[in-house]
C-alpha cells in the first residue's frame, strides 16, 4: 500500500511496451499497399468512359502519323499509371504518392478532351 493514499502500488515495469499500429501488416502485392495499385489507374479512368460511351471520339488518338516516341499518342495513357506505381515504389511517401496520383489524374482528364483535338491539329498542320 502507498502512504496515505490506501492504493496498492502499480505494478512494476517490465520495460517492454506493447506496439502501438496495426494488428498485422497492410497486404502488399509487389511491394505496394492495394490502395495504390487501384489508385494509380485512376488517370485511365475518363478516358475508359470515354471509350465506352463515344468510341469515335478517341479514334485520332491511334492515329500513328501523329506518333510520339514511335509509339501512338493513346500510349501516354498507359505512361501516366506506371508514372503513379513509380513514384509510390520509389518514394515510400503517401503524402508524394497521393500528389503524384492527383496531378496525373488532372493530365488524364485534360489528355483526354483535349487530345484528341491537338492530334487532329497536329497531323492537319503536317499535311
Known amino acids: 500500500m502507498t502512504a496515505g493514499s490506501g492504493q496498492p502500488p502499480p505494478p512494476p515495469n517490465t520495460g ?3 506496439p502501438s499500429g496495426p494488428a498485422r501488416p497492410p497486404r ?3 511491394g505496394l499497399p492495394i490502395w495504390v495499385w487501384a489508385f494509380a489507374w485512376l488517370p485511365v479512368v475518363p478516358t475508359a468512359f470515354m471509350a465506352l460511351a463515344a468510341p469515335e471520339f478517341l479514334r485520332p488518338m491511334t492515329d ?4 510520339i516516341a514511335g509509339l501512338p499518342p493513346i500510349a ?4 501516366l499509371p506506371l508514372m ?3 513514384v509510390a515504389r520509389v518514394t515510400r511517401n503517401e ?6 496520383i492527383a496531378v496525373t489524374s488532372f493530365l488524364g482528364m485534360t489528355l483526354t478532351i483535349l487530345g484528341p483535338a491537338a492530334v ?8
Open 16 to 18: 517492454w511496451q506493447v
Open 28 to 30: 502488399l502485392y509487389l
Open 64 to 67: 500513328p502519323r501523329a506518333s
Open 76 to 79: 501516354m495513357y498507359l505512361v
Open 84 to 86: 503513379n506505381l513509380a
Open 95 to 100: 503524402t508524394a504518392t497521393l500528389i503524384t
Open 120 to 127: 487532329l491539329i497536329l497531323v492537319n498542320l503536317a499535311a
